[in-house]
């Protein structure tokens, strides 16, 4: 297995089916004693300044209305 020039490898099929990984699935890699493991995890991993605000935002006004928001009229 290759990694590429930005850090990425492919998981095997195989390996993907037995960890239930999917497309969008958080994973996490676990080291113990100099060996790396990858985890599925149950959670995004959130980090930097906005990582207490994540999910608590609400709004009553559509995506259109919101988008419109952020565009130069």
């Known amino acids: ?3 590429t ?4 490898v492919t998981i095997p099929r195989g390996v993907r089916e037995v960890l239930g990984i999917s497309p969008e ?6 080291e113990d004693n100099g060996r790396f ?3 599925k995890t149950n959670e995004p991993n ?5 990582k207490k ?5 609400s709004s009553k006004m559509s995506t259109d209305e919101i988008m419109s928001l952020t565009r130069d009229s």
């Open 1 to 3: 297995m290759r990694v």
């Open 5 to 8: 020039t930005k850090g990425q």
């Open 25 to 30: 699935t958080e994973v996490d890699f676990i």
């Open 37 to 39: 493991y990858i985890v």
């Open 46 to 50: 959130v980090t930097g300044k906005f």
């Open 53 to 57: 605000l994540r999910g608590i935002a």
